[in-house]
């Protein structure tokens, strides 16, 4: 999707404002002891008190209002029977629809105590998504996302889930461009256009490369090799004056 009116950037920032205050509320609500349905079930409610669906469920009939994923799990975990123990590494992925729009966020949490190590990585996994968030500019390159965010992680002994990109969002949860690399690609050449919409969430990792299906062949998808991996996800609109981030909370 390009922007092309003061309405559609506002029905867009509003959308996107829900995903990001939906997430608030459950990762305030998270505790050790709740299930991982639980915690969906208090995102369902806030996304059906501010008149949004879920997008997976729409779009894609996922068996949940939103994605959890749980330490070894690195995304599209379903939400079930699963109890979250203190110091557990939780990804919280809500992606919503509202008046024909789509938001689209992520973040990863740690339920407390958390080791040292986690926390680093949570750390470092908000500041690779920031450094991705920075080369965003009408004009500028994909390619630069990617380059960005590569050099963080070896810089600071990481590795990148390489098959879970980026993507275009807007008027549908997946559209044009599609599989925008978080990691190095010679092979990108696309620009980004002014008004341009896409969301950056990179999946850093302490040894993961690539995701895999589980054994049970369902949505889940988990780091081969098995390894904590973190989340963090904003969607962006490219502009001449650099990023605009749609996902904000209030």
Same mark, same amino acid.
């Given at each position: ?20 205050? *939906? ?5 305030? *609500? ?24 879920? &997008? ?13 994923? +749980? ?13 979250? @123990? ?9 992606? @919503? ?6 938001? /689209? ?9 958390? &080791? ?7 750390? /470092?996994?908000?500041? *690779? ?6 080369? +965003?500019?009408?004009? &500028?390159?994909?390619? @630069? ?7 963080? &992680? ?58 895999? /299906? ?21 969607? +962006? ?14």
């Amino acid at each position: 999707m390009v922007i092309s009116s003061e309405e559609e950037l506002e029905k867009l920032k509003h959308i996107g404002k829900i995903c990001a205050n *939906a997430i608030q509320v459950m990762a305030k *609500a998270m505790e050790p002891g709740m299930t991982t349905r639980e915690l969906d079930l208090i995102g369902r409610q806030y996304l059906d008190a501010h008149g949004a669906q879920s &997008a997976p469920e729409v779009c894609y009939e996922f068996p949940g209002a939103t994605c959890i994923s +749980v330490n070894e799990e690195v995304a599209h975990g379903v939400p079930g029977n699963r109890v979250i @123990a203190a110091g557990d590494l939780v990804n919280i992925d809500v992606s @919503a629809l509202k008046d024909g729009y789509f938001g /689209d966020t992520g973040a990863s949490f740690g339920v407390a105590p958390v &080791a040292q190590k986690t926390v680093r990585l949570l750390r /470092d996994g908000k500041r *690779a998504m920031t450094a991705g968030i920075s080369q +965003v500019k009408s004009g &500028a390159r994909y390619a @630069a996302i990617g380059e960005t965010v590569g050099k963080f &992680a070896k810089k600071n002994g990481y590795t990148l889930i390489r098959n879970l990109a980026s993507h275009g969002i807007g008027r549908s949860l997946h559209e044009y461009p599609e599989e925008i690399a978080t990691w190095p690609d010679r092979r990108e050449k696309r620009l980004m256009k002014e008004g341009q919409v896409f969301t950056i969430e990179p999946f850093l990792s302490l040894g993961g490369e690539y995701a895999d /299906d589980g054994d049970d062949g369902a949505w889940t998808l988990y780091s081969e090799p098995r390894a904590l991996t973190v989340q963090f996800e904003h969607t +962006v609109v490219a502009s001449r004056n650099g990023p605009v981030i749609l996902t904000l909370p209030d």
